[in-house]
């Protein structure tokens, strides 16, 4: 199992311009989502899903676009960058939770993005 | 809303030096609390977890107990290493089970 892959590895971008991070697991979880990493703020949650065609914000959704068509992927779009939008992101999945339930969220390795 | 806060870092000790990250959470009904580590560059792991009350969870020496009275879930270890030098993240899954609240993480540095 390949596990949690995200691409790109780094990423710089103009103010304006968009782009898609790509996020892709194999563990067939229902449950996916991105999380963005600043100093001093941990990781927060920018929008996930619990299966293919739905979707739901998180704490930080502005700027951001997500949409899921399979299982196994979940690209978060950028749809017009910003420098308040450099950050390191992540990608997580896990099996989908119930309540009493606790489901290790398994993580990629991130994508560093840099607006300019 | 639940939420978790954690001490702030960054920590130093010295090897073999006994280790505490203090973690506090705030949640309406049954969390489950969680401990990840995140070494340089990488992604996050888990580290160990608890799913109900008084339940202690342990992983490579490092140890945290669910305590419902105090809303706490502290991170210990007896005696750090060097290679534990990583970013420690608390972290809980509120009852619909899905959505994870992350602390800040706390930066250890361990020193031979």
């Known amino acids: 199992n390949a596990g949690v892959t995200q691409t790109p590895k780094f990423q710089v971008l103009k103010t304006g311009q968009s782009m898609t991070l790509q996020c892709a697991q194999d563990?067939?979880?229902?449950?996916m989502s991105w999380y963005r990493q600043d100093p001093g703020m941990g990781l927060r949650l920018i929008h996930y899903?619990?299966?293919?065609?739905?979707?739901d914000q998180g704490e930080v959704p502005n700027g951001y676009n997500v949409s899921r068509s399979t299982t196994e992927d979940f690209p978060l779009r950028l749809l017009s960058a910003a420098p308040s939008q450099t950050s390191v992101y992540f990608c997580?999945?896990?099996?989908?939770?119930?309540?009493?339930?606790?489901?290790?969220?398994?993580f990629g390795p991130g994508t560093r993005l840099t607006v300019t | 809303g639940d939420s978790v806060t954690q001490m702030e870092g960054p920590v130093t000790l010295s090897e073999e030096a006994f280790l505490t990250i203090n973690c506090t959470y705030t949640?309406?009904?049954?969390?489950?609390l969680f401990w990840y580590v995140q070494y340089p560059g990488e992604g996050l792991q888990l580290l160990l977890k608890?799913?109900?009350?008084?339940d202690k969870g342990s992983n490579k020496g490092f140890e945290a107990t669910y305590r419902k009275e105090t809303t706490s879930f502290h991170l210990e270890k007896g005696s750090v290493q060097v290679s534990d030098s990583a970013v420690y993240f608390c972290a809980l899954s509120g009852d619909t089970g899905n959505q994870f609240y992350f602390g800040t993480g706390t930066s250890l540095t361990v020193i031979p």
């Open positions: 608890a799913t109900k009350a008084d």
């Open positions: 899903s619990v299966g293919a065609g739905i979707t």
């Open positions: 949640a309406t009904g049954y969390p489950s």
């Open positions: 563990m067939n979880h229902e449950y």
């Open positions: 997580a999945s896990s099996y989908s939770g119930t309540p009493g339930w606790a489901y290790e969220q398994y």
